[in-house]
């Protein structure tokens, strides 16, 4: 059983940054993928960006691909979101989640077998 308590959110100005933190439980959250997924009001919930196990491999959603940067620290059982350059687009509540399922293999929301409660991003114009 994973744990995830993600926190960082808040109010930003659009151009501004934020960045969002994801952390586990469990002595086995340094072998699961994981993801960033968003959802802004009346829209479906987004794919944003994966980690590998290792943080060696990382894939990113057009729409954020370089301005945002994932990354972990397995010794610290956290995953990160650094959000730059925010557009008010980029407004939605912001969720981690985990899956023991290879990198490769993972993909759709519904993959991921834990999720974090979720964290506000506003970003105004």
């Known amino acids: 059983q994973v744990q995830l308590v993600e926190s960082g959110g808040g109010l930003v100005q659009a151009g501004g940054s934020l960045r969002l933190s994801c952390a586990a439980s469990?002595?086995?959250?340094?072998?699961?993928?994981m993801g960033w997924f968003r959802q802004a009001p009346g829209k479906e919930r987004e794919f944003v960006a994966k980690?590998?196990?290792?943080?060696?491999?990382?894939y990113y959603a057009d729409s954020v691909k370089g301005r945002f940067t994932i990354s972990r620290d397995n010794a610290k059982n956290t995953v990160y979101l650094q959000m730059n350059s925010l557009k008010p687009e980029d407004t939605a509540v912001y969720y981690c989640?985990?899956?023991?399922?290879?990198?490769?293999?993972?993909?759709?929301?519904?993959?991921?077998?834990?999720w974090g409660q979720g964290t506000q991003v506003t970003v105004s114009s």
């Open positions: 989640a985990a899956t023991p399922r290879g990198y490769n293999t993972v993909g759709r929301s519904s993959e991921y077998d834990y």
């Open positions: 469990g002595r086995t959250f340094s072998s699961y993928t």
């Open positions: 980690i590998s196990w290792s943080g060696g491999r990382t």
